[in-house]
Structure formats: C-alpha cells, structure tokens
C-alpha cells in the first residue's frame, strides 16, 4: 500500500450487470479496490469475483465473504475465482482465522478481518494480528447504522495500537471519510453513498478528494438521522419510502387526502376517541395540542362530520400540522383554500353534535392502525402511515435508505432502460 489512504467501494446489490457497471463508473471516479459485497456473492456466487476481476485486472478485488467456518475452503475458493482480499469475520473461531490465514498465503491473496460485533474490537484487532491477519475492519453494519449508532468510535484507539492497516466502514461519505482518514484509518470502505448515487462518478470523486485533502465535502446523500432529527427527517420522505421500510405495516386503510398538491404532514399523534357525529372531544384535543403534533381522531369510521372549517382555521392558527379522522369532514372546500391537512375516510356536508363523549390521549385504531399519542404520523397524497414511537429513528433511516436506492434506479431507467430490466425480475420471480 501506498501512504495515500485507499478508498474502496462495496457493491452490495444484488445483480451483477448493476455491479458491473457501477464500478466502471466508480473507477472513473477514483475508486481504489473493488469489493463484491456480501449479497452479491450470496446472490451471483464466485462468478461475480471473477467477472470483476476479468473486467477490472488491474485493480484489487476484495471478496466480503464474511467467512464464519470453513476458513481454507472458503478463502481457497475466492482467490482462485480472482480475489486479491478475503474478508474473515473477527467473531469466528481463532482457527478458522488461522487457517484462513495459511490458506491466503498458500493461495497468494491477503486477509481482512472484519470486527462487526466483536464484544472488544481493540482486543481482536491485536489477536488477529498475531495471527497473521493483513488488515483489520471497524465495520457498523447497515442494520446498526439504521439505529444511527456511532460507526467509528475505535478508530483512533485501534489504529495507534496495531501495526496492519486499519479500514473503516459505517455510512461514510464525503463529510465523513476525511475524519476516520485522521482517526488513523488508511483504507475507506464506501457502500451506500457511493452505489446509490444517481451520479456514481461524480460521487465517488468527491469522497476521494476529501480523504487526500482531508478535508470534508458537503454530501447531497441524507446523513442517518437521530431522535432530535426526525421531524426534518420525515419531512424529506414519502409515505411510500416509509410504508416500504415497515414491509408494508403502517399504512391507514380507507383514509383518503384532503389537500393540495405538494402539501405534506408531519408529525406525532395526539389520540381521540369519540363517537359518529360527537365533535366536542376533537374540538377540545386543539387547546392541549402543541405546534406541529397531529390529531389522530377515531370516530368509528362514522358518516356525520365530527371535523370542519372553524377546527380547521383553530389548528392552524395554533400551529397543529393537521388532522387524520377515521371518520367523516366537512367544509373541505374552505379548508383546501386555508392550506390545512385533513385526511379522513369520508366527506359529508351534516355535522352532528357536541356531547362530549370519548376520550383523548388514549390508545385508538385509526385506518386499521394502532395509533398511540406520540407515535410518529405522516401524510402526504398517497395516503398515511403511522410509525411507532419506539422505532422511529430506526425506520426515517430506512426510508431514507429506500428513497435514495430508487434514486440510483430511476438514473438507470433515464439511461434507456426499464424497471424490469434493471431489476432482472424474471430471474427473482419466485419458484414454486
């Protein structure tokens, strides 16, 4: 290795043709070593080593086996299909690294291993240096990233402790690969921000010009989002991308959009519990609501308006984001022209009367959904989803991560190709 540090792409899709041409484009933009990501090799096997190898000779190809057993074999197995680097997993066996070791040496390739999940990175990294190990890998997986855990605490430590080259891999782009760079990291492992970028040259470009200047590059990609971020964060996804993430849970049944074009909501739930045409609990949840929260209303699915123009025009003045009524409005003509969110099952012109039963604060099903005050709500034309307070941070993260992999798909059918033919969907079409 050069003392220049080295930045790698992970091609972690999952056909080959797509992997193919997003390292040609990466390549362009000064990508150093090629890795075949652990679902394409579990998706195309060792073929997709070697086509890597036989279209790009000239750059090192690195094998993410994720090797658990096996170590001989395994590492026997990808360096005769063309990989230079095989990754072992730091949480197997001292001997399956051991041998995977002897293997490499036998078979003329190097040995990452990769300390996901080990209970002390710091302690590994310097056991599997012992044994023979040529690099080490602080590595947060994808599903942690989502959790926005910290992908590069240890760097610095491990990095002043053992001698071998130490890469880096978490979510980095362009903003964050120049600080593992200073940490002490020589080699930066690009995946997401690289692959899903509708410009792969161009963005992997960037991310090399801040690891050698060191300096940071601002990222069009969305950084992984905490708990004091997801208002903004939900703002910049579709209840699609978010129904996507839950695998199709969250989404209200029945509730249709009463806005405009464009309009968004964002924001958590404040729960009531009435009766078909009784508006007074509704009326009464705008006086305890807060800027930006959303009235979740259950009213049995009623066909009397519980919700009109006047609670319409005391929401917004007091800043409430909008209304979701599993139940019926009115005045929506007036309510479009005032710019306020209103989605509910029906729209009728009779209201009924305020008596003052139910309940507010207290656990509602709404669309078909659980909704509990503070749970997160999001609606935009396409309907609205209802994500669990609980699991926010983790599923705005994977939203994300859904809106910007159909970024990277969109480019390629721009390029003249279809959706069926980027995604090879005969060749995923189940069998049996």
């Not at 964060?233 to 129904?243: H, Q």
């Not at 994977?398 to 809106?403: E, I, K, S, W």
Request: one cysteine or more; hydrophobic letters at 40%; proline letters at 4%.
């Amino acid at each position: 290795m050069t003392n220049e540090p080295v930045l790698q792409v992970a091609l972690d899709v999952m056909n080959l043709h797509r992997a193919l041409q997003i390292a040609s484009e990466a390549i362009k933009g000064g990508v150093d070593w090629l890795e075949a990501g652990t679902p394409l090799i579990k998706s195309e096997g060792l073929e997709s080593i070697r086509q890597l190898k036989k279209t790009f000779p000239s750059h090192i190809i690195v094998a993410d086996m994720k090797t658990m057993d096996v170590g001989t074999v395994e590492v026997e197995m990808a360096s005769k299909a063309g990989a230079d680097i095989v990754c072992i997993m730091g949480v197997a066996d001292d001997s399956t690294i051991t041998e995977a070791v002897k293997a490499a040496r036998r078979y003329g390739c190097k040995i990452m291993v990769d300390l996901l999940r080990t209970s002390d990175p710091l302690l590994r990294a310097k056991d599997v240096q012992k044994f023979g190990a040529d690099y080490v890998c602080l590595h947060v997986g994808v599903d942690q990233q989502m959790r926005a855990e910290n992908p590069l605490e240890d760097v610095v430590r491990i990095a002043s402790e053992v001698e071998i080259p130490v890469a880096a891999a978490g979510g980095l782009n362009s903003e964050t690969a120049p600080k593992v760079v200073e940490a002490g990291a020589t080699i930066v492992i690009a995946g997401s921000s690289i692959i899903k970028s509708p410009d792969v040259e161009k963005a992997a470009s960037a991310i090399k010009k801040s690891i050698l200047e060191k300096k940071e590059i601002p990222s069009k990609l969305f950084h992984k989002y905490s708990q004091k971020e997801l208002h903004e964060a939900f703002l910049k996804i579709s209840t699609p991308n978010i129904a996507d993430a839950m695998h199709t849970k969250g989404a209200m049944k029945g509730i249709i959009p009463r806005i405009k074009h464009g309009m968004k909501m964002v924001g958590r739930a404040i729960t009531v519990k009435t009766m078909d045409g009784d508006w007074a609990k509704p009326v009464e949840a705008i006086d305890k609501c807060k800027p930006n929260e959303v009235i979740v209303i259950d009213a049995g699915s009623g066909h009397t308006a519980i919700w009109g123009e006047l609670a319409s025009w005391s929401s917004k003045k007091k800043g409430i984001a909008g209304v979701v009524i599993d139940g019926a409005a009115r005045d929506i003509d007036d309510i479009l022209e005032m710019d306020f969110p209103v989605f509910s099952r029906h729209v009728v012109p009779n209201a009924g009367e305020p008596k003052g039963y139910g309940e507010i604060g207290c656990e509602i099903i709404c669309g078909e959904q659980q909704v509990r005050s503070g749970d997160w709500i999001v609606g935009d034309e396409s309907g609205v989803v209802v994500v669990p307070k609980e699991e926010a941070v983790e599923i705005v993260n994977r939203a994300l991560d859904v809106h910007e992999r159909e970024n990277r798909l969109r480019e390629e059918i721009k390029r003249g190709s279809t959706l069926s033919e980027v995604l090879k969907l005969k060749k995923w079409e189940k069998v049996g």
